[in-house]
């Protein structure tokens, strides 16, 4: 007979039960037997379909993850050993196969809600336990995954990520071929100048074709680092992407929920890259001669300088086309929550079904799915939101102005959830985030701010009285828009802060959005019209009219679909989202 707590031999355990003898057919724990122990049962899970010692039996009565298990104690129990489920955790836990950064002897097997972190059992003991963090084990969230929104959000993440680095490559070598094509005329000029003038200046030549190679040289090898980064990286995405398919089309719920999330780190870590490699400083050239050097060239120790011409890498002086428009119907975004009509005042959107907006009157935060045409989740701040903008795929800050905050809510699960704050010195107003940067209007006294995303200050736009009430943002690479509701213009700045175009047509222009041709549609509540303005503010042109004070707007270039609100007062009107398809 086996004795209590003695390692059995192989052929003595539970799964070889029915070829021992009668004296060996007790029935032993069976989380201890796989362990190479062999107890005595004290009773039985119907979940895990398992018997237990009584170790094991008063520690799953504990364990935050089989507490609620319904338990037999040993009168009730079978009196044969059961296989366990297919359908347990035990069989899926073959598949939390993903060790832990932090401790990797240990395998990915929880979610944390509240930190959207990854966990081990580690990381729950030490920092992350049940009285002060929401988490789950994996395998009993995962089910609802496949082909989830969050999929979606996350996927969607990963290929836009990748466009962008895409992009940024195909950007330096443009300006690097215009670079070096520009020094190559630079160098046509100096030849020129040089056949008027006594061969004594080919030593002042050659300082300047030197010059011009070690230039050409550092474009080359920037644009050789930059390529090499940018392919790297776009195939470490396509290879999670290609993944995070696969295990979608595979059905397996955990190693896609485990990818999706490492993929959305990754993300973070790639725009911080991003974020660098935008940083480039490539310039064009050209020669400038020396009108005295005849006269003067024996003091003299250059030929000339090559200077810098200003480079623009993006086009703003895109006409605007003519756009044929029909009404898509409209979405109600009253929801029994709400105590007051609505008052949609900012907008924002993650993919093309799903638009965030803030509700002013309701103090919510309401998500809309634009295929199903509904509100399906909503958030309650302690104040009235303003605007709003993406910060990443998962991530989004509002604007809250009686309360001088902003507040940083993020998505899990399709749901909405309040995450930290920031405060701000002013009535913060309109608000529009670019690779990590935050632009905020202030509307008492009249101001920019851009802030970095912990809400540090990095640039204060005031000087010269350039606004008097500046209401909503938007932003790219090159240029900051803002619609100023006093002065009536929309007024376009660089990052520096210098204003660089402006249009005075407007009545009353409030919201705008950004095109994905590089134009600005601008809510203007007067007029009741939405006008598309060029990039480079020189121009415009009315794309909707007789509407009902349009005053919140928002563009998906995907569907070729224009979103806007009304505020007019009247709840007929107001608590109604319009869609319009521009072709």
């Known amino acids: 007979m086996a004795v209590p707590g003695k390692k059995a031999s192989k052929q003595f355990s539970s799964s070889t039960a029915s070829m021992a003898s009668d004296e060996d057919l007790q029935i032993y724990c069976q989380p201890c037997d796989e362990e190479g122990t062999r107890l005595p049962a004290h009773g039985y899970c119907t979940d895990c379909k398992e018997h237990l010692c009584k170790t094991c039996f008063t520690a799953h009565k504990i364990s935050r ?90 996927l969607n993440a990963v290929n836009t990520t990748s466009d962008k680095f895409q992009q940024i490559l195909k950007d330096v070598k443009d300006m690097t071929y215009k670079s070096n094509s520009s020094l190559k005329d630079a160098l046509v000029d100096i030849k020129k100048f040089r056949q008027e003038i006594n061969l004594r200046l080919d030593v002042l030549e050659r300082q300047n074709v030197d010059a011009a190679k070690v230039i050409e040289q550092e474009n080359n090898k920037h644009l050789k680092a930059v390529e090499t980064t940018c392919e790297e990286i776009t195939k470490s995405l396509k290879i999670s992407s290609d993944k995070i398919k696969q295990l979608n089309t595979t059905k397996q719920g955990d190693k896609l929920f485990i990818d999706l999330k490492l993929a959305e780190n990754k993300i973070k870590v790639m725009k911080e890259k991003l974020l ?104 309650q701040l302690d104040d009235g939101p303003w605007d709003i903008t993406t910060v990443t795929s998962t991530e989004l800050a509002v604007t809250l102005p009686d309360k001088q905050t902003i507040q940083f809510i993020s998505i899990s699960s399709n749901k909405l959830i309040k995450k930290h704050t920031v405060k701000v010195d002013g009535d913060c107003h309109g608000i529009s985030c670019y690779q990590d940067k935050l632009v905020v209007s202030f509307r008492y006294p009249a101001k920019l701010q851009i802030l970095d995303l912990n809400g540090a200050i990095q640039t204060t736009i005031d000087k010269n009285n350039i606004f008097k009430e500046p209401g909503y943002i938007t932003c790219n690479r090159s240029s900051i828009y803002v619609s100023d509701w006093d002065m009536k213009t929309v007024t376009r700045l660089n990052w520096q802060g210098d204003v660089i175009g402006s249009f005075s047509g407007m009545s009353d222009p409030r919201g705008m959005s950004l095109s994905d041709d590089g134009t600005v549609f601008v809510c203007d509540w007067d007029r009741k019209v939405i006008e598309e303005i060029t990039g480079d503010c020189s121009t415009g042109k009315v794309v909707l009219k007789d509407l009902k004070n349009p005053y919140a707007v928002c563009w998906c270039g995907e569907t070729k679909k224009l979103y806007y609100s009304t505020v007019k007062n009247v709840e007929k009107y107001d608590n109604f989202l319009h869609i319009y398809k521009l072709s």
């Open 65 to 154: 993850l089989s507490k609620h298990h319904k338990l037999q104690d040993a009168t009730k129990m079978p009196k044969v050993l059961q296989q366990p489920s297919t359908h347990t955790h035990t069989g899926q836990s073959n598949f939390l196969t993903t060790p832990c950064l932090k401790h990797p002897q240990e395998m990915i097997k929880f979610y944390c809600h509240d930190h959207v972190e990854l966990l081990c059992s580690v990381c729950v003991t030490l920092e992350h336990q049940a009285t002060s963090c929401n988490v789950n084990y994996i395998p009993d969230i995962s089910g609802d995954i496949i082909d989830s929104k969050e999929y979606q959000v996350i």
């Open 276 to 379: 660098t490699l935008s940083s480039f400083d490539i310039k064009e050239y050209n020669f400038q001669s020396n009108d005295v050097i005849s006269n003067l060239f024996k003091t003299k120790k250059s030929l000339g300088t090559l200077t810098h011409k200003t480079l623009n890498t993006e086009s703003h002086s895109v006409q605007i086309k003519s756009r044929q428009s029909s009404h898509e119907g409209k979405i109600c975004v009253k929801t029994s929550k709400d105590e007051f009509s609505c008052c949609i005042t900012g907008m924002t959107l993650l993919t093309p079904d799903l638009l965030i907006i803030t509700d002013y009157n309701n103090k919510a935060v309401k998500m809309v799915d634009t295929s199903s045409q509904s509100v399906s989740d909503q958030l």
